[in-house]
């Protein structure tokens, strides 16, 4: 893909064996080299601090919804990063663990965790749920906990020393996590037909109907909105900056005046990239 090299280092939440490890390995085939990171923040560091020369993080899931850290992080870094691409992963959690031990304890990050509240709840109700920072955490905490099993994914299983115990009852059947492939800024990726654009817009706190206004010249302009949620400034209670996503993108004539219009309603409007869509992969 135009932008984004696969020689420069790929930041990605680890440890080896999480889904964002799974994806990174198959979007990026040797000779990338792939850079575990234990947090999102520390991810984003790698990208900003120029240790990487891109990043891979989790920014939605089809069932627990967005990834909050990696919103605010991408409001944090606004003018700094630029979002490339946006993967599709389709996850396929397993529950791991030995087959010998009794479940005391489950553990697994906080997404598959909400997916599969419901199955937890019916076939191990008195069964401890731990919340933990990645599905590779997980599988590490269930191999050293004696009564411990992860929600994970299946190849971490092996690289652990686990065993694949079941695949859980998936609802819908069908649970996809939207990735977005990020670098510094600099360079532009020209516009496609299946192209989306992200944006930081905090609006003007003075004025009655300021949402309304800021969202109404891409609904004028025939703009279709993707996403969009708001967090909380730190520091200033009751302000709110709203991460946007909107089909099409930049140097598209409708696009652009759009952008112009509803920054007239803004303390700031900074366009985060606009970048291809749609490519899907299996874990």
Request: one cysteine or more; aromatic letters at 8%; a positive charge.
């Amino acid at each position: 893909m135009a932008g984004v090299r696969s020689s420069g280092g790929v930041a990605y939440l680890g440890p080896e064996g999480t889904f964002s490890h799974l994806l990174a390995r198959s979007r990026f085939p040797k000779p990338a080299t792939l850079v575990p990171k234990p947090s999102l923040d520390a991810v984003f560091d790698a990208l900003r601090g120029g240790e990487t020369a891109c990043a891979l993080v989790p920014v939605e899931n089809s069932s627990g919804g967005v990834i909050p850290d990696t919103i605010d992080l991408l409001i944090e870094s606004a003018g700094e990063i630029q979002v490339c691409e946006e993967l599709a992963l389709d996850v396929r959690p397993a529950l791991i663990g030995k087959r010998d031990r009794e479940i005391r304890t489950i553990y697994s990050h906080f997404a598959p965790l909400r997916h599969f509240r419901h199955w937890l709840r019916e076939s191990f109700p008195d069964v401890e749920i731990a919340p933990v920072s990645s599905t590779a955490q997980a599988a590490r905490d269930a191999q050293s906990d004696p009564s411990g099993a992860a929600i994970s994914a299946p190849g971490a299983a092996e690289l652990y020393g686990l065993d694949v115990l079941r695949f859980p009852l998936l609802p819908g059947g069908v649970n996809i996590t939207h990735f977005y492939v990020l670098k510094a800024t600099g360079s532009r990726v020209g516009a496609g037909k299946a192209f989306k654009t992200a944006l930081v817009a905090m609006p003007k706190t003075d004025q009655c109907g300021i949402l309304h206004k800021l969202l109404g010249p891409f609904a004028r302009g025939g703009i279709n909105l993707k996403r969009i949620v708001s967090r909380p400034v730190p520091g200033r209670p009751e302000t709110y900056v709203f991460f946007i996503e909107i089909d099409g993108a930049a140097g598209e004539s409708a696009i652009d005046l759009a952008l112009a219009r509803a920054g007239r309603f803004c303390e700031k409007l900074t366009v985060l990239g606009s970048y291809p869509s749609g490519k899907q992969f299996r874990s």
